[in-house]
């Protein structure tokens, strides 16, 4: 177990904090204390500590399941240390104790904590990674839903929250009441535009409760856009012991990512940031041609590649990538229907960005689950595919390779691949009603499910027929003859 007291004993290759920890004051609240934080956020503000030791982060965990009491103990038990291990598709290795998050609370066993850090000037800026489908907007109206049952217990109890919605708006109340700055939110999940998602959410959330408060809000607090990018996959009890024997560590919070790792930032800070650039970070004054890129290349070809790689029976992306049909579906995919319909931000060269994608995808190092990456594919499917489906149906392109990512992931939903094995994939959108449609054997029925809402307005009638088509080979005949009818001459 990794602690303060014993980590100047820890393996020497091991690469330690260069800073002391206890000198480390807290400026960051995290909600979603996840691996892809550990291994992405946590990791640039780590390596500013030795400079600007007052951006330590507080991590809050907002649910209170076995699992969740678990993770916090173990938290508390390692003083909120970590290892996280860096892989290069090459094999090489490097492993660093991270000490960036400077205490973790779980916010059901003591909210007034989590809103007393919120509410106290020196905590200057509140980050999250509460997953794509977290920010509580309705599909069909594109507003905060407030008809959501935990929103409407935070509206009536609005000093006792339970989301992240209510924790942020009753710390921001706070702040204005005693006359403290706003702090910045910062949303750090894959989304399109995702502080202007974040924005609508806290201030829908906050114009129910309070419009004064929201209007207050609205004009002194601030919600950058940012870009972030690292493949960071689960680790399992058995990663997380193959992690421990390759680096002499006894760390029970292990996290694994590959070497890549990029963030893009739009400077818009309501109280200062750390040096972040000095970090790598790019700061800039739009990111949208920077998320364009990440998520129209490596986060729609990650889905198109996992959604049928399930089917096929493989558990990691490195094995499908390696697949030579599945292979050539992605470059198909991405050189004829997403790269010309895409622009480039100052210096990035499309094609060669593709290829490093590909070639990050290979890294059997990172062991990442499809079932991972396909998951919540509905949010998935409306972040990262709309832009490209719409640009297909305006213009009369070619629709086939779409069809097939579509067809394959109406596939995937019912559980069982060609070779008869069963898994669970998650899927939180649907009802069970809309389940039902999942498992119809009308083959038409699942294209009435919300993941494929963004385009309704436009004629799908065209892209429609060819996802039946090729459902209908998939079940008679198996993905690779689906790949084989949509294959370029």
Known sequence: MLTLKDIAREVSSVHLPNYNPLNIQKGIVHFGVGNFFRAHEALYIENILKKEPIWGIVGVGLTN?????????????????????????????????????????????????????????????????????????????????????????????????????????????????????????????????????????????????????????????????????????????????????????TDTLPVVAEDFRQWVLEDNFADGHPDLASAGVQFVSDVADYEHVKIRILNASHIMLSFPAILLGYAHVDQAVKDPALKENIENFLTLDVIPTLKAPPGVDLHHYMLTVLNRFSNPAMADQ???????????????????????LIENRDCSRIAFGIAAYLEMLRGKNILGQTYTITEPAYTKEQNALIHSNDFSAGLKLPAFDAWRDLDTSVLDAKVIELRKIIRSQGILAALSAIRQP
């Open 65 to 249: 399941g076995e699992h969740s009491i678990q993770k916090a103990a173990m938290f508390k038990a390692q003083d909120c240390l970590y290892s996280l291990t860096e892989c290069a598709p090459t094999g090489e290795r490097s492993v660093r104790i991270i000490a960036a998050l400077r205490d973790y609370l779980l916010a059901p066993e003591n909210p007034e904590d989590v809103l007393e850090h919120l509410s106290n000037p020196d905590i200057r800026i509140v980050s999250m990674t509460i997953t794509e489908g977290g920010y509580n907007i309705d599909e069909k109206t594109g507003e905060f839903n407030l008809q959501s049952l935990a929103v409407q217990r935070d509206l009536k109890n609005p000093e006792k929250p339970e989301t992240v919605f209510g924790y942020v708006v009753e710390g921001l109340r706070r702040r204005r009441d005693r006359g403290l700055k706003a702090f910045t939110i910062l949303s750090c999940d894959n989304l399109r535009h995702n502080g202007n998602i974040a924005r609508k959410a806290f201030l829908g959330f906050a114009c129910a409760r309070d419009p004064e408060l929201a209007q207050w809000i609205e004009q002194n607090a601030t919600f950058p856009n940012s870009m972030v990018d690292r493949i960071t996959p689960t680790v399992t009890t058995d990663i997380a012991k193959q992690l421990n024997t390759a680096s002499g560590l």
């Open 370 to 392: 499809t079932l991972r990456i396909a998951s919540d594919g509905c949010a998935k499917i409306q972040v990262f595919w709309t832009e490209t489906v719409r640009h297909i």
